[in-house]
């Protein structure tokens, strides 16, 4: 890491605002790697500063934050990114929701397409309106019964 | 078992674990009992076994008064005292010193459960599900009788009784949330357990017909709201002590409270359609058994420390009794369900997609994915450690923020298209008519916010769908207003169900501008203060140093710095406690303000007091959050108010659009 070891020597190099709105994201997504569950923005510790440093110049060395990224984890572990890289089995944590998503959609459609007649649109005004008595709803529903789903 | 109570050593230790015992005993008693009041239809041992709840209560409450008694007054001989609470600790501490630890904890889980357990002992109604609702609270107060009388007892005796005890975890004796937080959170998460047991009792005798989901409305509720202020409490206390200005970070322990509650918001809303046209059963009943195991699976997480947090406690032998109770809920509730799918089948027709019951199942649908994407990210670590054997993975904010945010706006937009919609069918036309205000105001709320200078998709989102609620309840309440004729507080009177939830709603969109503005527009800055120096322009605000103090009590230190901001003082503290050992607790200081806050921790002090190195954030509306939530608890509260019934009302005649 010649590149780093440069990159020391002239110090936290002023940086763009830009730049150091990067640096803090990037900052937020990187574990402090021996505290429980902070990122290095939030945690204290000598560690933290230094890797926070680390981070704020290779921001002002142009370098990307794929590459940041990468370097960290070579570092300290793919522990230390707190957002998990969309390969691999990472693919599988965020594919869960998407997947989860269209599950329960394509469940909901199908649940409301098993209607098959229409029923002709019930204006519920007056029943919306009177304060709502379950067992009346109850009476109500079950003289209906067959009547209505026709 | 002789060595374990004995009086000599321990006399309060000794009445507690005796009274645990004897608890224990009336529970297996009271199970029993309650299992042939259902299988033989015997009154007299459902009344026994109801009988028996009142003694579980109190023996459990006796063992908690018991513990109690001896943290006030330091008995070291409890070994649960010797282990977590000194002398020298305030007196709140001491009692927050019951829930501070694990046997402690559970102590007071089991304590609530029965408190519950007694309350429904006197309301619940003679019929056919009583026995087995009783049987299925006696077979949750098992499990926790069961834990604290044994593998976690807080009493069992210590060889040497110490002078003084080893003094409570130093990261809870920083701040009074300490002592609301928790207890809230237990009441909401063990309040669940009232549903899951009419469920449970639906389910055995089959009498899933819409009863018992009319009874456990209001448990649900009552829980809910009191879950809801827990989570909240827990964010305001993380803000108030962890000093990043934040409170909400998708820790693990945090998202395992959550996941009850969006499963449980779920259930709220689903139930009512069950109330009105007798669908959703099974839908119903795998609900509130989801969300009750998941209060059990937060608690595994919590306390078996396979999660890394920094709430959990230090592991111990209840992780895997925890697990098996968790296996148990999920394993028998399948069971049942599958035993009685005959009978959960839904006689009606399903619900049109434009419909009251289709916006709610919708939402059921985002809340759903909402919950199963909380606990994919929170499992995720320790499922690929143990695939991998090592801890390779981490999943933080980015990922959770990724979903949340736009499953968080999905809900936010059906929750102004459900009250518009009548129940059974809407027609397109009526709801395009109006939905088209709410549409309207919205963009333009959004434009004016653009105009303003928001430039954030979400924020500006979050902006729109606010004012689209807000009018979409306005002219809901306004034109129920012109209907009815007469003032408001009659209208909210006679349908306090409705307003309460309408206030819900309007507490949930505050809260939404706050967590939106408050994310989107937080600024942080360090500086270093020399004392009496010149002030120094940070952020907003201009800082000036004016002194540094320490100050001595008997269980720590409090090193304190006086800071100027635009000439107002704060008084940010690092505080150090005698078990922390140098490890420093900030407590910023924080001034509050409707439009935002000033936030001012302190991270280091030079040695000899000349300088300290602090800390500024600005956030903008994040008090919103907490007004928020005060709306949405009084809304809850609302719903549950009995309506007043209006006399002889002429029936109405007016067959007004219901979605105009």
Redesign the interface.
């Given at each position: 890491m010649p590149l780093v070891f440069s990159l020391v020597l002239c110090s936290a190099a002023a940086l763009t605002p830009e730049q150091a709105a990067r640096a803090e994201a990037i900052g937020q997504n990187l574990r402090c790697p021996i505290c429980t569950g902070e990122p290095i923005t939030q945690s204290t510790n000598d560690l933290s500063r230094d890797m926070m440093r680390d981070v704020r110049e290779q921001v002002a060395a142009g370098r990307t934050d794929a590459e940041i990224y990468s370097y960290f984890a070579a570092r300290y572990g793919n522990f230390v990114l707190l957002n998990p890289p969309r390969e691999g089995v990472g693919l599988l944590l965020w594919g869960a929701p998407l997947a989860a998503l269209g599950a329960g959609g394509f469940v909901l459609w199908r649940f409301l397409r098993r209607r098959t007649t229409a029923t002709p649109a019930v204006t519920t005004a007056g029943e919306e309106d009177d304060p709502y008595d379950p067992y009346l709803a109850e009476v109500r529903r079950r003289t209906r019964q067959g009547g209505e789903g026709a | 078992m002789l060595n374990l109570i004995s009086f000599d050593a321990s006399p309060l230790g000794a009445l507690g674990q005796l009274s645990l015992l004897a608890a224990l005993a009336f529970t297996l008693g009271g199970t029993w009992l309650a299992v042939v009041g259902g299988l033989k239809a015997d009154a007299r041992a459902t009344e026994a076994a109801r009988r028996a709840v009142w003694a579980v209560f109190a023996l459990v409450s006796l063992s908690t008064l018991t513990l109690m008694a001896a943290l006030l007054g330091d008995d070291f001989s409890v070994r649960y005292v010797a282990e977590h609470s000194m002398r020298a600790s305030p007196t709140w501490i001491k009692v927050t010193g019951l829930w501070g630890a694990l046997e402690g904890s559970i102590l007071l889980w089991a304590w609530i459960l029965a408190g519950y357990a007694f309350i429904l002992s006197l309301t619940l109604r003679r019929d056919a599900l009583r026995p087995w609702a009783l049987a299925a609270m006696y077979a949750s107060l098992l499990f926790f009788v069961g834990v604290c009388a044994t593998v976690a007892s807080p009493f069992t005796p210590l060889a040497q009784i110490p002078a003084d005890g080893r003094g409570p975890n130093p990261a809870l004796q920083n701040h009074w949330m300490m002592a609301v937080h928790p207890v809230l959170l237990y009441l909401g998460f063990v309040g669940l357990a009232v549903p899951f047991a009419y469920a449970v009792a639906a389910l055995v005798t089959g009498r899933l017909?819409?009863h018992w989901v009319?009874v456990t409305r209001r448990w649900t509720l009552t829980a809910w709201a009191f879950l809801t202020a827990a989570i909240v409490a827990g964010g305001w206390w993380s803000y108030e002590t962890?000093?990043?200005g934040?409170y909400w970070?998708w820790?693990?322990v945090e998202n395992a409270s959550f996941i009850p509650w969006l499963l449980a918001t779920a259930f709220l809303h689903s139930i009512q359609i069950q109330?009105?046209?007798?669908l959703m059963r099974s839908w119903n009943v795998w609900l509130i058994v989801l969300a009750y195991a998941s209060t059990v699976l937060g608690t595994f997480l919590n306390r078996s420390g396979i999660v890394?947090?920094?709430h959990?406690f230090a592991g111990g032998p209840v992780g895997p009794v925890f697990l098996g109770f968790l296996a148990f809920l999920l394993v028998a509730g399948t069971l049942l369900a599958a035993w009685r799918a005959p009978h959960l089948r839904d006689?009606?027709?399903?619900?049109?997609?434009l419909s009251r019951e289709?916006a709610f199942?919708?939402g059921n649908?985002l809340f759903?994915?909402f919950a199963?994407?909380v606990l994919?990210?929170t499992l995720?670590p320790t499922i690929?450690e143990a695939v991998q054997g090592r801890?390779?993975?981490?999943?933080?904010?980015?990922?959770y923020n990724a979903?949340a945010i736009p499953l968080g706006l999905g809900l936010l937009f059906l929750m102004g298209v459900g009250p518009l919609l009548?129940?059974?069918?809407?027609?397109g036309e009526g709801l395009w008519r109006a939905l088209r205000p709410l549409l309207l105001a919205g963009a333009g709320a959004a434009l004016l916010a653009y105009a303003f200078g928001i430039r954030g998709v979400g924020v500006l989102t979050t902006v729109g769908l606010a004012a689209y609620n807000l009018v979409g309840l306005g002219l809901l309440t306004g034109r129920?207003l012109r209907?009815?004729g007469g003032g408001f507080l009659g209208l909210v009177r006679?349908?306090p169900?409705r307003y309460g939830a309408y206030l819900a709603h309007i507490g949930l969109v505050v809260m939404a501008l706050g967590i939106a503005f408050s994310t989107a527009y937080r600024q942080?800055a360090q500086v270093t203060l020399n004392a009496g120096a010149a002030p120094v322009q940070l952020l907003h605000e201009t800082l000036a140093l004016e002194s540094t103090r320490v100050e001595q009590k008997p269980y720590g230190q409090s090193a304190i710095a006086r800071v100027q901001i635009d000439g107002r003082p704060f008084e940010a503290r690092l505080n150090t406690y005698l078990q922390g050992g140098d490890t420093p607790f900030p407590a910023p200081a924080v001034r509050y303000g409707l439009w935002g806050d000033t936030y001012l921790v302190v991270?280091?002090f030079g040695e000899d007091g000349r300088w300290a190195s602090v800390r500024l954030i600005e956030s903008p509306l994040v008090s919103w959050i907490w007004w928020g939530t005060a709306l949405v608890v009084l809304g809850a509260g609302l719903t549950l108010v009995t309506?007043r019934?209006?006399a002889a009302?002429a029936?109405?005649l007016?067959?007004?659009?219901?979605t105009d």
């Open positions: - | 017909s819409d009319v962890l000093g990043w934040g970070a820790d693990p109330e009105r046209r007798g890394q947090s920094v959990a006689e009606g027709e399903p619900p049109a997609a289709g199942l919708a649908w759903l994915v199963v994407m994919v990210g995720f690929v801890r390779d993975t981490s999943v933080g904010p980015a990922f979903f009548p129940w059974r069918r809407a027609e129920a209907q009815r006679e349908q169900r942080d991270t280091a309506p019934r209006t009302r029936p109405a007016r067959a007004a659009p219901a």
